[in-house]
């Protein structure tokens, strides 16, 4: 599963070849039971390498391919277009699981999932009609909305431009999460009036190059990083307006493409767990000054694991409680209900308080696990540093402090616009 780095004459940096991601054919149509019954198997082929793809950086392309047979990237396609009918809840128990064996893969999914989102809680939407096709064949959906080197985040520079009776994309992305593992990518840019709108077009499109140039020191293998836009041809019917649209819908799904990072934490934690325990069992020595002949007996080491399991224990009842609230607003979204704006509003507060908690459990389990032994703890072949650099730079995607602010603000004040404009940190 190596990657394949093309030199592009434009520019300095690698892009990246997308062949070694697409489906060969189009999968088997498979229930929401199946697929759940399977996912933890897949799990289990994706840990087996996960370790030695980090240490010699290389992006997992194989293991696409292979999800997108699985099942595991439309569960959430609603059962009147023809889909399992998934929940939400059942998709973030995915994220987690897929974390739990490679956080880069399951954070990767995070716009593909966010498509799915869409469909299922809009599944009358032209969108949603014309694409739901696609997604059940197993095309994944990602893109770049950020950009980098402005004076503040989300500022855009990428142009729409009206030439003749099609547009002409041009600009720079960043955090390009996923982009290169997928069949679609969607784009942000300024239209000739200075409006905001969105592009999504084919992935392997003349003018696309997706560039290997993320230098995180975590989530190393998300490809996160360029999209160089040069005169990519846009078609009229592959064009939205970022303002039309539903508004609950937008917030509903900026709490859930927050929620993902979070669920992405909770699976690194229970890799801590695990990695802990096997660690303890297998690999460490006690320490010299320890009254036991091994780590397992050691009383200190078995205050640590008990410390991690309590964490990522609290860490899943956390995010499957969180999962429920979403749930019920995708419900309401899809009724119509009445207390709609209540519904939203509950998830989106139950989220932010978690994202508080979750990290600061999650951060600090990811430092015990190196208390499991000593300095043989920190060899580069258990790479166990991964674990902590993989959710300090989620962390840093979702701010806990500004968490903290917009949460008092708003039961201080009654101040919700972050909560209302649907805000994604």
Same mark, same amino acid.
């Given at each position: 599963?190596?990657?394949?780095?093309?030199?592009?004459?434009?520019?300095?940096?690698?892009?990246? +070849?997308?062949?070694?991601?697409?489906?060969?054919?189009?999968?088997?149509?498979?229930?929401?039971?199946?697929?759940?019954?399977?996912?933890?198997?897949?799990?289990?082929?994706?840990?087996?390498?996960?370790?030695?793809?980090?240490?010699?950086?290389?992006?997992?392309?194989?293991?696409?391919?292979? &999800?997108?047979?699985?099942?595991?990237?439309?569960?959430?396609?609603?059962?009147?277009?023809?889909?399992?009918?998934?929940?939400?809840?059942?998709?973030?128990?995915?994220?987690?699981?897929?974390?739990?064996?490679?956080?880069?893969?399951?954070?990767?999914?995070?716009?593909?999932?966010?498509?799915?989102?869409?469909?299922?809680?809009?599944?009358?939407?032209?969108?949603?009609?014309?694409?739901?096709?696609?997604? &059940?064949?197993?095309?994944?959906?990602?893109?770049?909305?950020?950009?980098?080197?402005?004076?503040?985040?989300?500022?855009?520079? %990428?142009?729409?431009?009206?030439?003749?009776?099609?547009?002409?994309?041009?600009?720079?992305?960043?955090?390009?999460?996923?982009?290169?593992?997928?069949?679609?990518?969607?784009?942000?840019? &300024?239209?000739?009036?200075?409006?905001?709108?969105?592009?999504?077009?084919?992935?392997?499109?003349?003018?696309?190059?997706?560039?290997?140039?993320?230098?995180?020191?975590?989530?190393?293998?998300?490809?996160?990083?360029?999209?160089?836009?040069?005169?990519?041809?846009?078609?009229? +019917?592959?064009? %939205?307006?970022?303002?039309?649209?539903?508004?609950?819908?937008?917030?509903?799904?900026?709490?859930?493409?927050?929620?993902?990072?979070?669920?992405?934490?909770?699976?690194?934690?229970?890799?801590?767990?695990?990695?802990?325990?096997?660690?303890?069992?297998?690999?460490?020595?006690?320490?010299?000054?320890?009254?036991?002949?091994?780590?397992?007996?050691?009383?200190?080491?078995?205050?640590?694991?008990? +410390?991690?399991?309590?964490?990522?224990?609290?860490? +899943?009842?956390?995010?499957?409680?969180?999962?429920?609230?979403?749930?019920?607003?995708?419900?309401?979204?899809?009724?119509?209900?009445?207390?709609?704006?209540?519904?939203?509003?509950?998830?989106?507060?139950?989220?932010?308080?978690?994202?508080?908690?979750?990290?600061?459990?999650?951060?600090?389990?990811?430092?015990?696990?190196?208390?499991?032994?000593?300095?043989?703890? %920190?060899?580069?072949?258990?790479?166990?540093?991964?674990?902590?650099?993989?959710?300090? %730079?989620?962390?840093?995607?979702?701010?806990?402090?500004?968490?903290?602010?917009?949460?008092?603000?708003?039961?201080?004040?009654?101040?919700?616009?972050?909560?209302?404009?649907?805000?994604?940190?």
């Amino acid at each position: 599963m190596s990657v394949q780095l093309v030199q592009d004459t434009s520019s300095v940096e690698p892009t990246l +070849d997308q062949g070694h991601s697409k489906a060969s054919h189009a999968p088997v149509r498979r229930s929401r039971e199946q697929i759940l019954a399977d996912l933890p198997s897949v799990a289990k082929e994706i840990a087996k390498g996960a370790v030695a793809r980090e240490l010699g950086r290389e992006l997992p392309f194989e293991i696409f391919r292979t &999800l997108r047979q699985t099942g595991l990237t439309w569960l959430r396609v609603p059962e009147q277009l023809g889909g399992p009918g998934g929940t939400l809840a059942d998709q973030v128990e995915i994220i987690c699981t897929l974390a739990a064996a490679d956080s880069n893969v399951a954070h990767a999914l995070r716009s593909h999932f966010g498509f799915l989102e869409s469909i299922a809680v809009d599944p009358r939407a032209p969108l949603s009609r014309k694409y739901v096709q696609e997604v &059940l064949d197993g095309k994944l959906f990602g893109g770049a909305h950020m950009e980098i080197n402005t004076p503040r985040p989300n500022m855009l520079r %990428t142009k729409l431009v009206k030439h003749g009776d099609r547009y002409i994309l041009t600009g720079k992305k960043y955090y390009a999460t996923g982009a290169a593992f997928c069949d679609y990518t969607s784009f942000t840019a &300024l239209d000739e009036a200075g409006r905001v709108t969105s592009a999504l077009v084919p992935a392997n499109r003349k003018g696309v190059q997706i560039l290997d140039d993320w230098d995180g020191m975590g989530q190393r293998l998300t490809a996160s990083g360029g999209v160089d836009l040069d005169d990519v041809e846009v078609f009229p +019917d592959e064009i %939205t307006s970022r303002l039309d649209g539903d508004p609950f819908v937008r917030r509903h799904n900026a709490t859930r493409a927050q929620l993902h990072l979070v669920a992405c934490i909770a699976g690194i934690v229970r890799n801590v767990f695990s990695d802990a325990v096997g660690y303890a069992q297998k690999q460490a020595r006690s320490a010299k000054h320890s009254h036991s002949e091994t780590a397992r007996g050691d009383h200190f080491v078995q205050q640590v694991v008990g +410390d991690i399991a309590a964490a990522t224990h609290a860490i +899943d009842v956390i995010i499957a409680d969180v999962a429920k609230t979403l749930d019920i607003a995708a419900a309401g979204i899809v009724a119509g209900a009445p207390n709609l704006d209540e519904l939203v509003m509950a998830s989106a507060l139950a989220n932010s308080k978690a994202q508080i908690v979750v990290g600061k459990l999650a951060i600090r389990a990811a430092e015990k696990l190196f208390d499991t032994g000593g300095g043989s703890a %920190t060899s580069r072949k258990y790479d166990f540093d991964r674990h902590w650099r993989n959710i300090r %730079t989620i962390l840093n995607h979702n701010p806990l402090l500004l968490k903290g602010r917009v949460i008092g603000d708003f039961y201080l004040n009654g101040a919700r616009a972050d909560f209302d404009e649907g805000r994604v940190f």
